[in-house]
C-alpha cells in the first residue's frame, strides 16, 4: 500500500523559499501510471491544489501560483519536492502531497505538514 | 477558470439521508469528472467518489455521487446517516488544461 510522508521546515521567513520533500514508500514514483501532486489548505480553509508531476519531469502548476512554484522528481530517493519562493503570511497553510490518478482523482494523501510563514 | 460552490453546512439526524450539492460556474460539469472527498477533523482528505459516480473499494453503498446537466451540479448522497460521516467534504474537478479546481467546503453534522 502506498504510504507519502511530508517533511521539511515548520516555519519560513517572509520573502524566502519554502521548500518539502515528499518521501514515497509502497509504491515507485518512476511508476508511469501516476502523476505526483501538491495540494495545501490555509488554517480554516478550504484546499488549493499547487500543481503535479510526471515522472518524465512534464509539470503543471495552478496559474495563481505558477510564477512561484517548482515541482521536482528524485527517483533515486524516491521523492518529490515543492519550493515555493517569495513567501508571505497568505502562504501559511497545510501543505498536502499526493498521488494523483490520469482520470484526475488524488489518493491517497500524506498527512501533512503545517508550514507557517512569519518572520 | 471556473469555481465550484457548495452549501456551508447541512446536517441531519442519523438514520437520514443527506443530499449536498456542488455547482459549476461556467463549463458544463458533465464534460470533466467530478470526485469526492472527506475529510475528519484534524486528517487528511480520503476519496469517496471518484470519476462522477464511482465508489473505491472501502468506501460504503451509503455513497453514491451523480451529475446534473440541467443545473450544472454535482451531488453526494449519504444514505443511512451515521455519527463517523460528520466532516467536511469537498467535491473536486479539472478544467481542459488539467488545473485542478476544489469546491468550497461543506459540513456535514449528524445531529
Known sequence: ?119 | NFMLTQPHSVSESPGKTVTISCTRSSGSIASNYVQWYRQRPGSSPTIVIYEDNQRPSGVPGRFSGSIDSSSNSASLTISGLKTEDEADYYCQSYDSSDHFVFGTGTKVTVL
Open chain 1, 1 to 119: 500500500q502506498v504510504q507519502l510522508q511530508e517533511s521539511g521546515p515548520g516555519l519560513v521567513k517572509p520573502s524566502e523559499t519554502l521548500s518539502l520533500t515528499c518521501t514515497v514508500s509502497g509504491g515507485s514514483v518512476s511508476s508511469g501510471s501516476y502523476y505526483w501532486s501538491w495540494i495545501r489548505q490555509p488554517p480554516g480553509k478550504g484546499l488549493q491544489w499547487i500543481g503535479y508531476m510526471y515522472y518524465s519531469g512534464s509539470t503543471n502548476y495552478n496559474p495563481s501560483l505558477k510564477s512561484r512554484v517548482t515541482i521536482s522528481i528524485d527517483t533515486s530517493k524516491n521523492q518529490f519536492s515543492l519550493k515555493l519562493s517569495s513567501v508571505t503570511a497568505a502562504d501559511t497553510a497545510m501543505y498536502y502531497c499526493v498521488r494523483g490518478y490520469f482520470t484526475k482523482w488524488f489518493d491517497p494523501w500524506g498527512q501533512g505538514t503545517l508550514v507557517t510563514v512569519s518572520s
